[in-house]
């Protein structure tokens, strides 16, 4: 078999439920130059004996006692061997030319060590939710990342960049990982040292939209206070980073830390506004505001919660708001 030109890991947790399509999805790939290593974190719904059922020679399985998401990604990276990473979450889908177009952009674009593009949001059932790009006036970044992904994670799941080998950070760096929001950290330590390169506005990757998703639990746990009790272990780990401090200048490190607080405000309000608490939304979207966010997305989505038909029109701001759980 020819070495593969790029590698996808999928960690999985009782996902069994979507973990087929995860896997029809790399099958389907225009590019069949892959590899992928899937890791069952003990799981007990049944993925062990789904997995078995795939004799394709480029998918291969490792079964582990639940060690969480950290430890799946990075052990299921190890076992690769493409000098091309792709993290792919169980539930999500990949585009039938995503790999493809990675491969591509990274052979025409050696300076560039990760690439990243858009997503399109699914159902749980796997329904198109919402138009088929990415959301409007979402930055993009290029090169040195590291204080825009400080401020505010651009990227929604892990599968939307693709990494070079070299990008992704090591073991040692990842230690101490396991908040429950490893994709924002994954990719801040890798923008430590790689420069990131837009791959474009056509999706790469269909983002799953349901209940059990990262970040759907802030406007479902009942807890509506306006404050970022959530993010406190992401925040104190992404501003932990060795070297950080001489990297941002030992004056603007509270600041650019100040204003992440801001940006973690207005992810609860965007959640709120998705379980249609809209009384709740615009505190934390005016908190986010009062904090020094100055960002349009949050302003415009402030504003929203005043008249139904603003909230209809700011839909497309950052993904669908009238999403049922």
Known sequence: MPEAAIAVVIPAYNAGRFLSEAIESVRSQSLANWECMIVD?????????????????????LRQENLGERVARLNGFQLTEAAKIVFLDADDRL????????????????RADVVYGERALITEDGQTLGPRRGAYLNKHPTGDVLQPILRRPFISTPAQACLRRTAVPSAESQRGFGCGMEDWLLLAAAALDSRFAYLGKSPVVEY????????????????????????????????AFPGLEERIGVTKLPQLRRATQASCLAIKG????????????????????????????????????????????????????????
């Open 208 to 239: 799953r939209v349901h209940a059990g998703g990262q970040h759907r639990r802030f406007g479902s746990n009942g807890k509506k206070e306006v404050d970022t009790r959530e993010f406190g272990d992401i925040l104190d780990q992404l501003f």
């Open 95 to 110: 585009f039938p030319d995503t790999l493809a177009r990675y491969s591509d952009f990274l052979d025409c674009h050696p």
């Open 41 to 61: 974190d003990g799981s007990t719904d049944g993925t062990e004996d789904l997995l078995r059922k795939y004799k394709d020679p480029r998918i291969q399985s």
């Open 270 to 325: 965007q959640e709120f506004l998705r379980h249609r608490e809209y009384l709740t939304a615009r505190r934390h979207f005016s908190a986010a505001i009062a904090a020094g966010s100055r960002d349009i997305r949050d302003i415009l989505c402030w504003a929203a919660t005043f008249s139904p038909f603003l909230l209809h029109w700011a839909e497309p701001l950052y993904g669908v708001v009238s999403t049922e759980d």
